[in-house]
Nanobody
Framework: QVQVVESGGGLVQAGGSLRLSCAAS????????MAWYRQAPGKQRELVAG???????SYADSVKGRFTISRDNAKNTMSLQMNSLKPEDTAVYYC?????????WGQGTQVTVSS
């Protein structure tokens, strides 16, 4: 089984920064793409950013130039540096990990950006 845990959420003023972290643990034989999703109240969960095992990255248009995703393959960890935060970034952020041929989610971490 693979466990996924996020950390680093919180409350920040508009224009501020936060860094989210995600750690995958357990009996991991292979790990592929890792990604961040978010879900705001009343909205569908959406992809924020993803990074392949070769560190190829992709971003939602709404966060390009403000968010940076990175990973450490040796530690099975991933981070999301979020700068110039906006109130519309408020959501629960989820880490998604493709590992051992399966798809695993963390429990989510709340990010709240006040105006």
């Amino acid at each position: 089984q693979v466990q996924v845990v996020e950390s680093g959420g919180g409350l920040v003023q508009a224009g501020g920064s936060l860094r989210l972290s995600c750690a995958a643990s357990g009996s991991i034989f292979s790990i592929g793409t890792m990604a961040w999703y978010r879900q705001a109240p009343g909205k569908q969960r959406e992809l924020v950013a993803g990074i392949t095992s070769y560190s190829r990255t992709s971003y939602a248009d709404s966060v390009k130039g403000r968010f940076t995703i990175s990973r450490d393959n040796a530690k099975n960890t991933m981070s999301l540096q979020m700068n110039s935060l906006k109130p519309e970034d408020t959501a629960v952020y989820y880490c998604n990990v493709q590992a051992n041929g399966g798809n695993y989610w963390g429990q989510g971490t709340q990010v709240t950006v006040s105006s």
